[in-house]
T-cell receptor, first 115, second 117 residues
Framework: EAGVAQSPRYKIIEKRQSVAFWCNPISGHATLYWYQQILGQGPKLLIQFQNNGVVDDSQLPKDRFSAERLKGVDSTLKIQPAKLEDSAVYLC?????????????FGQGTRLTVV | AQTVTQSQPEMSVQEAETVTLSCTYDTSESDYYLFWYKQPPSRQMILVIRQEAYKQQNATENRFSVNFQKAAKSFSLKISDSQLGDAAMYFCAYRSSTTSGTYKYIFGTGTRLKVLA
């Protein structure tokens, strides 16, 4: 089966610009996660979707970050305006919890550099 | 809230030797899953091994095994016969239940493993 797809792989923008990341989860996976991974740290959950509804966005900086998951499949994460501290890798993951499948599957991430 | 702690920022191991990476966690749940993920420079998180808290037997996957101590809330990863390809960041993760009936994954800060030829 195809894995989690993310694009772009790299993005360099100036501060105060906007940027968007795209994620296509594994087919049939109802749960989709966006994580932010700052260099040298572990991934931090930004937002979690179940189908097209938000389950948890408690750590999403809502004044600048937004995310949507239309039709419960693809998702986009947007930052507007970007700050220097937003430089990080943004990981998308998906999961489908059934017997024998308990883990989250990750994409290759987008490395964002804000200059 | 659940937390995951990895106290070793970096470890080194000689090729063909054995290394153990440490992880502790805090939770009030009785049934849960724990994972070790590997993240090579390509950035893709790859599942190494999983452990269900309900099972007393430690999980093993080829050269990878865990030492799961539920009472101590400890979950260490042992890599035997280390290979150059094992060099990567290793993250311990906890699967936490949510109020909506789904799950979320909480990660530690990672341990960078270097394998010396």
């Amino acid at each position: 089966e195809a894995g989690v797809a993310q694009s772009p792989r790299y993005k360099i923008i100036e501060k105060r610009q906007s940027v968007a990341f795209w994620c296509n989860p594994i087919s049939g996976h109802a749960t989709l996660y966006w994580y932010q991974q700052i260099l040298g740290q572990g991934p931090k959950l930004l937002i979690q979707f179940q189908n097209n509804g938000v389950v948890d966005d408690s750590q999403l900086p809502k004044d600048r970050f937004s995310a949507e998951r239309l039709k419960g499949v693809d998702s986009t994460l947007k930052i507007q305006p970007a700050k220097l501290e937003d430089s990080a890798v943004y990981l998308c993951a998906s999961s489908f919890h059934r017997v024998g499948t308990t883990e989250a599957f990750f994409g290759q991430g987008t490395r964002l550099t804000v200059v | 809230a659940q937390t995951v702690t990895q106290s070793q920022p970096e470890m080194s191991v000689q090729e063909a030797e054995t290394v153990t990476l440490s992880c502790t966690y805090d939770t009030s749940e009785s049934d849960y899953y724990l994972f070790w993920y590997k993240q090579p420079p390509s950035r893709q998180m790859i599942l190494v091994i999983r452990q269900e808290a309900y099972k007393q037997q430690n999980a093993t996957e080829n050269r990878f095994s865990v030492n799961f101590q539920k009472a101590a809330k400890s979950f260490s990863l042992k890599i035997s016969d280390s290979q150059l390809g094992d060099a990567a960041m290793y993250f311990c993760a906890y699967r936490s239940s949510t109020t909506s009936g789904t799950y979320k994954y909480i990660f530690g800060t990672g341990t960078r493993l270097k394998v010396l030829a």
